[in-house]
């Protein structure tokens, strides 16, 4: 242990120390032994050797108070479901006085007397006329003039055939549409109903007339096109405002003072191309006035939602509004209005040469940041007045960036963010909004582990609203959905196939009672859990089959080894005789040992030949192809002969018993 010492002069010639204050750590030095260092390092092997024990260990270690999410959002499902069914039956119940009235056809009359019907001379002639000013047409009917009215046709075709022409006529009547309006939709459906109408006529021009007959049936078929479809686009505008509410006149603000936003596109556009102009806040609504003039008016009281999207990661900055009621302009009602501009260039021009250090660039990049940041800082000062100038009736909403999850609730892949109240995507157009309040339960398709998406359904209270999908969302966000479902207190299922909503829904409505009498939104669980169990059968049914054909297989080998003993005596017997196959020799190797064998035979010579004389491997070999079978000779001379076949020399040992070797014979 060292130490430090302050030095203090006192005197020229006198010199005295004192020791100052610190603390050991600073000036100590700890040395540690080696048995500690081996048991530290004993105990981080340990823990590194112990794998999976490791989890269970870190697992151990939690309360008992604690629980990991996946079972706290089980237990808080658990509960909304006990819930769900009494509270939908509750509303139901609420609901049942409310009778809805079907929708009967409007019937059209073409004339109210006798006397508005025309007095042209086709009419005497008996031709087919039309009659613009009614939208009628007149066809003659057993030598009567009769008129239809254009509502009561529902297409017309023409044909050539020959030297006649045809002009085919079909009428609407019970049973002719099998769409949504198929039944029910006549205001006398136990009337008699003409079904359809052919005319023909000569294409033969005779001597003296001007021109052929058929001329009138091409006139009538193109006059009865243009009367139809003036009709359908009148008809098509007038079911366009059936649901519109009329709204409050807008009360101007005269003060200059007014919040004010300029330079903002709108969506939907009012005309084809995209008009800007200015949205200004006035004391009981919005009133968005273009640079062609044209107005929209939003009032304050037909808000249901607003939101301020800013232009953080996006290309765009924008105020949306989500309306209780239909606003008509444009020819069409709209339930969503949205103002935005431009923050940067939404296209490149990859023509355009760019370096990394080009001034233009970096001063673009530059101007495009206090852009960004003025905008920002405008439209949340916009706002930011409403709110005040409202006290609080219009309420922007922010969505939340970083809980957003991709999917498909259209056509193209967008990013769905969560806002405190609804599930949004503004960027694109249409844009997708979902309120949470509204949904009844939400359904999990798709969901299995071999796949990649899965897809989303809601499923709103008021079971006679279309139920809306959102399409191939990523697996890996799967939990984090659920978290945040679990935290809206929203109950949630999940399936492994795809289901035909359109017909459950149409089911619950016709006999919600029987629906719920028999569990309700239960079904979604049990078929999930059915789908398990079946699984499980078919691995059990497939595990206990794979187990019988092992049997059968061990009881097949046995059979065959019983039935195979003589095979296997005769098989020991080619053993013993030298089978190369078996012991797995090559060529080259069998060469050399007959070389070697053909080297001792030549050594013993002619004098002492050898008592019995050891078939070569090469000459084995050329026997078994030529179907033979020679004994193999043991060292102690012993030779074992097959009973059946005597035994033949080769030519080779012929050869060696009456030719002497002159060199290595002996005397």
């Not at 582990?449 to 897809?455: A, I």
């Not at 949630?492 to 289901?499: A, D």
């Not at 309700?520 to 049990?526: E, N, Q, R, T, V």
Request: a negative charge; glycine letters at 6%; hydrophobic letters at 30%.
């Amino acid at each position: 242990m060292t130490g430090d010492s302050d030095e203090k002069k006192v005197r020229k010639s006198n010199v005295s120390y004192r020791s100052l204050k610190k603390r050991i750590k600073h000036i100590g030095i700890f040395l540690k032994d080696d048995d500690e260092d081996n048991e530290e390092e004993d105990e981080v092997e340990a823990l590194e050797n112990l794998g999976r024990g490791k989890r269970s260990a870190i697992l151990g270690a939690r309360t008992r108070t604690e629980q990991p999410s996946e079972q706290k959002r089980a237990t808080h499902q658990k509960e909304l479901a006990n819930k769900l069914n009494g509270e939908a039956q509750t509303r139901l119940q609420g609901m049942t006085g409310d009778s809805d009235e079907k929708k009967v056809r409007k019937s059209n009359v073409s004339y109210r007397s006798f006397g508005q019907m025309p007095k042209e001379s086709e009419l005497k002639e008996l031709k087919v006329f039309v009659d613009k000013k009614y939208e009628t047409i007149i066809l003659p009917i057993f030598g009567v003039p009769t008129p239809f009215h254009i509502a009561t046709i529902k297409n017309i075709s023409q044909s050539v055939e020959g030297d006649y022409t045809y002009l085919r006529i079909n009428f609407f009547h019970p049973g002719s549409s099998l769409g949504k309006e198929g039944g029910g939709v006549f205001s006398q459906p136990d009337a008699t109903f003409l079904k359809e109408m052919t005319y023909r006529s000569s294409n033969t021009k005779e001597p003296g007339e001007i021109s052929a007959p058929s001329s009138n049936l091409n006139t009538a078929f193109r006059l009865i096109k243009e009367v139809q479809k003036k009709f359908k686009t009148r008809e098509a505008e007038e079911k366009e405002k059936e649901g519109i509410v009329k709204q409050d006149t807008l009360l101007l603000n005269p003060n200059r003072g007014n919040p004010k936003l300029k330079d903002l596109y709108i969506r939907p556009n009012i005309v084809h191309k995209r008009i800007n102009g200015s949205l200004e806040a006035h004391v009981n609504g919005f009133r968005f006035t273009s640079v062609r003039g044209d107005k929209v008016d939003i009032l304050y009281n037909n808000i249901k939602h607003a939101f301020f999207q800013p232009c953080d990661g996006e290309m765009i900055i924008l105020l949306h509004f989500n309306l209780k009621h239909a606003i008509l302009f444009g020819k069409k009602k709209h339930n969503d209005m949205q103002f935005y501009t431009e923050v940067g260039e939404v296209t490149t021009d990859l023509g355009k040469h760019r370096h990394m250090h080009d001034r233009d660039d970096l001063h673009a990049e530059q101007a495009e940041r206090e852009l960004r940041n003025k905008l920002k800082a405008a439209f949340k000062n916009f706002t930011e007045k409403v709110e005040t100038m409202t006290k609080g009736e219009v309420e922007f909403d922010t969505p939340f960036k970083e809980l957003g999850f991709f999917g498909v609730p259209y056509r193209s892949t967008v990013l769905l963010q969560p806002t405190s109240a609804c599930l949004v995507n503004l960027t694109e157009f249409p844009p997708f909004v979902i309120t949470l309040d509204e949904v009844e339960l939400i359904h999990f398709e798709r969901v299995q582990f071999h796949l990649k998406n899965f897809d989303m359904v809601f499923v709103f209270k008021d079971y006679k609203k279309k139920v809306p999908m959102i399409n191939a969302i990523p697996m890996n966000a799967l939990d984090h959905v659920k978290d945040w479902l679990n935290s809206c207190d929203l109950h949630y299922n999940e399936g492994i196939q795809s289901l035909n909503w359109t017909k459950i829904m149409k089911t619950i409505v016709e006999d919600p009672e029987g629906f719920f009498d028999n569990g309700g939104w239960s079904f979604l669980k049990a078929d999930s859990d059915d789908e398990g169990d079946d699984d499980d059968d078919e691995e059990d049914q497939e595990f206990q089959f794979s187990e019988e054909s092992d049997e059968e297989s061990e009881s097949d080998e046995d059979y065959s080894d019983e039935s195979n003993w003589s095979d296997e005596e005769e098989s020991d017997v080619e053993e013993e005789m030298g089978s190369s196959e078996e012991s797995g020799k090559d060529w080259d190797e069998l060469e050399e040992e007959a070389r070697k064998a053909d080297a001792e035979d030549d050594q013993y010579g002619q004098e002492n030949p050898r008592p019995n004389p050891r078939p070569t491997h090469r000459d084995t070999h050329r026997d078994r192809d030529r179907g033979k079978k020679r004994p193999r000779h043991e060292s102690g001379g012993r030779s074992h002969k097959s009973p059946k076949k005597a035994r033949h020399e080769s030519p080779r040992d012929k050869h060696k018993k009456h030719h002497k070797s002159p060199k290595k014979s002996r005397r």
